[in-house]
């Protein structure tokens, strides 16, 4: 079954970090681009931050821009988002999904998000 | 400023059919292909329509898109009770050189 799993949220301070981590599972991890995506409570998608197979690019949204590093183990099947210097407007569900098989931008599989608190 | 408008809601009577607009520009949906992703209440976004009008496997053919110009909207025909849903517009921006989504629009069926 193809699977992503996000964790590592929680609750921090504005200035604080974390890290999250979204394992693959079911599909050649390293032959996909990924993405993150976050939802603040109540409101919208927004996209953070996009990333290709081999790790070698990293494009971000302007609002996290110099504040969030993404990266990836593709021998660990795991997709990083290191948050630094985190602000209030930062709480959200943060979500992992995986782009369409030879596409850049499709977001065809979703994990189940897990959630970042700043306060 | 690159932005997808969507209408915020809804609203239509099982079996009938509506349509959802999503409008942006030459940055975004005038150029490249649009996504749409329906969102259940309390569950991860799941992809719905992508390249403006195909639909991945599983998706019923009750859901279908266009795009013209710079917007796109997605229909969605037969309605039917579990169809009450978030729905989600995405597209490539050129300008902001990221993904850039519409504001939702919360469909409710009456």
């Known amino acids: 079954e193809v699977q992503l799993v996000e964790s590592g949220g929680g609750l921090v301070q504005p200035g604080g970090s974390l890290r999250l981590s979204c394992a693959a599972s079911g599909f050649t991890f390293s032959t996909y681009w990924m993405h993150w995506v976050r939802q603040a409570p109540g409101k919208g998608l927004v996209w953070v931050s996009r990333?290709?197979?081999?790790?070698?690019?990293?494009t971000y949204a302007d609002s996290v821009k110099g504040r969030f590093t993404g990266s990836r183990d593709n021998a660990k099947n795991t997709l990083y988002l290191q948050m630094n210097s985190l602000r209030t407007e930062d709480t959200a569900v943060y979500y992992c999904a995986r782009a369409m098989s030879g596409t850049k931008n499709r977001m065809d599989v979703w994990g189940q998000g897990t959630t970042v608190t700043v306060s | 400023q690159s932005v997808l408008t969507q209408p915020p809601s809804e609203s239509g009577a099982p079996g009938q059919r509506v349509t959802i607009s999503c409008s942006g520009s030459s940055s975004n949906i005038g150029t490249y292909s649009v996504n749409w992703y329906q969102q259940l209440p309390g569950t991860a976004p799941k992809l719905l329509i992508y390249?403006?009008?195909e639909r991945p496997s599983g998706v019923p053919d009750r859901f279908s898109g266009s795009k013209s110009g710079t917007s796109a909207s997605l229909a969605i025909s037969g309605l039917q009770s579990e169809d009450e849903a978030d729905y989600y517009c995405?597209?490539?921006?050129?300008?902001?050189?990221?993904?850039?989504f519409g504001g939702g629009t919360k469909l409710t069926v009456l």
């Open positions: 390249s403006s009008n």
């Open positions: 995405a597209a490539w921006d050129g300008s902001l050189n990221g993904v850039l």
């Open positions: 990333i290709n197979s081999d790790g070698s690019s990293t």
